[in-house]
């Protein structure tokens, strides 16, 4: 369920252009990765240290970008940031 506040936010920064601006950023984050490293791919956190956009910002951009096609998931990994096991993105 999305919360009023939720949509409210969205609506703003979908108005103020700050939604193209993240989006644009982070496709560009994940396009600049080196052809020999694409299968690696990259995390949201390595994103959003990499873009200093929140992690939150982050994931629902990236989100955005995969149902358009833009992007697509990896092979899992151990993130370089968390050390945890993720789903990467790079483009498609």
């Known amino acids: ?3 009023n506040t939720s949509r409210h936010a969205y609506r703003r920064i979908n108005a103020d ?3 193209r601006s993240q ?3 982070i ?3 994940i396009n600049m990765i080196p052809s020999h490293d694409r299968n690696y791919g990259v995390t949201l ?6 873009t ?5 910002a982050v994931a629902g951009r990236v989100n955005e970008l995969k149902k358009e096609e833009f992007v ?5 990994r151990k993130c370089r940031i968390t050390g945890r096991i993720v789903t990467p993105v790079t483009v498609s």
């Open 17 to 19: 252009g700050t939604l």
């Open 72 to 76: 697509e998931e990896c092979a899992k």
């Open 45 to 50: 956190k390595e994103l959003a240290r990499q």
């Open 52 to 56: 200093g956009i929140e992690i939150n």
């Open 27 to 29: 496709f560009s984050a």
């Open 1 to 3: 369920m999305i919360r």
């Open 23 to 25: 989006k644009d950023l």
